[in-house]
C-alpha cells in the first residue's frame, strides 16, 4: 500500500502545478480527496486491513494526507496569484513620470470645515478636539441620556466588543462600553471637565451612526458643534450667533429660524431651518439644517457647574448637509467616493 499512496502523491505533484483555473483545481482535489477520491479510497479500506495493521498503515494515510494537502494549498495559491496578476495587468514602471502633474486639491468637507471654523474664530471660538472611540460617561450619560433611550440601543450605535480596551479613553466605569461616538458633543463634555467656565468651543469631527447609505443618510458622517457658557447667556445670542454663521457662509439673504424640538442636554431645544433659495437646487422656502437649545442644567451638574451662575448654548449640524447646500451636491455618496472628476471641480 506505501507503493500505492506513493503513486497517488507522484501523480498529484505531476498534475496540480499544471492547474490554471479554479474549475480545473476544484476536479483535481475531488479526484484526490473527494468523497470518490483516490486517498479517500485508501482511507475506507481501514476498516478491512488487520487490527494491528492498522496504526502503521494510519500513519502512511496521515502522512500522504498532509503532503497531498500541502500540494493542493500550493496550486490554489498559484491560481489565485494569476487571477490578481491578472486583474492587476501589465507591470507599471514606477520610475516614469505622473500623467497627471495636476495640483493636488482639498476635499469640499475640508473646504466647509475650514470655512465654518475661520467664520467662528472671528467672534472668539476655538476649535476643539476629542477621540473618535468614546465611553458611554462621555457620549451618553454624562449629556442626560437615560440608559433606555433608542440612541443607545446596538442597532443606533457602533459599540465595540466588551474585551477591548483602548488607552487613550480615560473615565471608564465597570461595566461600561466602548463605541464610535454618535456625534461630538463628547467633545463639549471633556472641555468643560478641564476647567470653569467661560468657554467658547468648536469642535469639528468625524462621527458614526448605524444608518443605511442613500443620496441623503451615509453611517460614516461629519459633525460641527459649538458651545458657549459663561454668565448671562440667553437664546437671544444663540439666534444671533445662527444668523451670524450662515449668513456669512451661505450668504447675506440667508435667514435662520427655530422650531422647538427636544433634545436630551439642551433645554429649551430646537431645531434649526434656514431659508437661502439663492443657493443652487434649493428649491423648498425652508430647510431643516441642525439643532440647537440652551444647556440642561443637568449637563452643568454632571460636570460640575453650578446652574445657577452659569448658562450656555450648543448647537450642532452636519457637514456634508452644509456643503450640499453650498455647492448644489445632490447625492451624500460623493463625498467618499474619490472620483476626480468630482472632487477636481473645487480646486
Known amino acids: 500500500m506505501q507503493d500505492q499512496l506513493s503513486a497517488v502523491l507522484a501523480k498529484a505533484t505531476a498534475e496540480l502545478p499544471t492547474l490554471k483555473t479554479r474549475p480545473e483545481f476544484e476536479a483535481a482535489k475531488a479526484r484526490y480527496v473527494g468523497p470518490h477520491g483516490e486517498l479517500t479510497a485508501f482511507m475506507k479500506q481501514m476498516g478491512a486491513v488487520p487490527k494491528e495493521q492498522r496504526p502503521a498503515l494510519g500513519k502512511l494515510i496521515n502522512e500522504a494526507k498532509v503532503k497531498l494537502q500541502a500540494q493542493l494549498d500550493a496550486a490554489l495559491a498559484q491560481i489565485a496569484a494569476g487571477e490578481l496578476a491578472a486583474q492587476l495587468g501589465p507591470a507599471v514602471d514606477v520610475t516614469l513620470p505622473s500623467p497627471d502633474i495636476g495640483p493636488g486639491t482639498r476635499h469640499p468637507l475640508t473646504l466647509v470645515r475650514e470655512e465654518m471654523c475661520r467664520i467662528l474664530r472671528k467672534?472668539?471660538?476655538?476649535?476643539?478636539?476629542?477621540?473618535?472611540?468614546?465611553?458611554?460617561?462621555?457620549?451618553?450619560?454624562?449629556?442626560?441620556?437615560?440608559?433606555?433611550?433608542?440612541?443607545?440601543?446596538?442597532?443606533?450605535?457602533?459599540?465595540?466588543?466588551?474585551?477591548?480596551?483602548?488607552?487613550?479613553?480615560?473615565?471608564?466605569?465597570?461595566?461600561?462600553?466602548?463605541?464610535?461616538?454618535?456625534?461630538?458633543?463628547?467633545?463639549?463634555?471633556?472641555?468643560?471637565?478641564?476647567?470653569?467656565?467661560?468657554?467658547?468651543i468648536v469642535s469639528p469631527g468625524r462621527v458614526y451612526r448605524r444608518d443605511t447609505t442613500d443620496a441623503t443618510h451615509s453611517a460614516n458622517f461629519h459633525q460641527l458643534e459649538c458651545l458657549y457658557v459663561d454668565r448671562n447667556v440667553t437664546v437671544r445670542?444663540?439666534?444671533?450667533?445662527?444668523?451670524?454663521?450662515?449668513?456669512?457662509?451661505?450668504?447675506?439673504?440667508?435667514?435662520?429660524?427655530?422650531?422647538?424640538?427636544?433634545?436630551?442636554?439642551?433645554?429649551?431645544?430646537f431645531e434649526v431651518d434656514l431659508t437661502a433659495k439663492h443657493l443652487p437646487k434649493v428649491k423648498k422656502e425652508w430647510i431643516e439644517i441642525g439643532g440647537c437649545g440652551m444647556v440642561d442644567p443637568t449637563v452643568f451638574e454632571a460636570?460640575?457647574?453650578?446652574?445657577?451662575?452659569?448658562?450656555?448654548?450648543?448647537?450642532?449640524?452636519?457637514?456634508?448637509?452644509?456643503?450640499?447646500?453650498?455647492?448644489?451636491?445632490?447625492?451624500?455618496?460623493?463625498?467618499?467616493?474619490?472620483d476626480l472628476r468630482f472632487l477636481k471641480q473645487f480646486a
Open 303 to 338: 460636570v460640575g457647574y453650578d446652574p445657577e451662575v452659569w448658562s450656555g448654548y450648543a448647537f450642532g449640524m452636519g457637514l456634508e448637509r452644509l456643503a450640499m447646500l453650498l455647492y448644489g451636491i445632490d447625492d451624500i455618496r460623493y463625498f467618499y467616493q474619490n
Open 237 to 269: 445670542d444663540l439666534k444671533a450667533l445662527l444668523d451670524y454663521v450662515f449668513a456669512a457662509l451661505l450668504g447675506s439673504d440667508t435667514k435662520t429660524r427655530f422650531r422647538p424640538h427636544y433634545f436630551g442636554y439642551t433645554e429649551p431645544s
Open 123 to 200: 467672534v472668539g471660538f476655538t476649535v476643539a478636539d476629542g477621540p473618535e472611540v468614546e465611553t458611554e460617561y462621555y457620549c451618553f450619560d454624562a449629556l442626560n441620556t437615560p440608559s433606555d433611550h433608542p440612541a443607545r440601543d446596538a442597532q443606533d450605535t457602533f459599540y465595540f466588543p466588551t474585551a477591548a480596551r483602548f488607552g487613550n479613553v480615560s473615565r471608564m466605569n465597570p461595566g461600561e462600553k466602548y463605541l464610535l461616538r454618535t456625534h461630538t458633543s463628547s467633545v463639549q463634555i471633556r472641555t468643560m471637565l478641564k476647567g470653569p467656565p467661560p468657554i467658547r
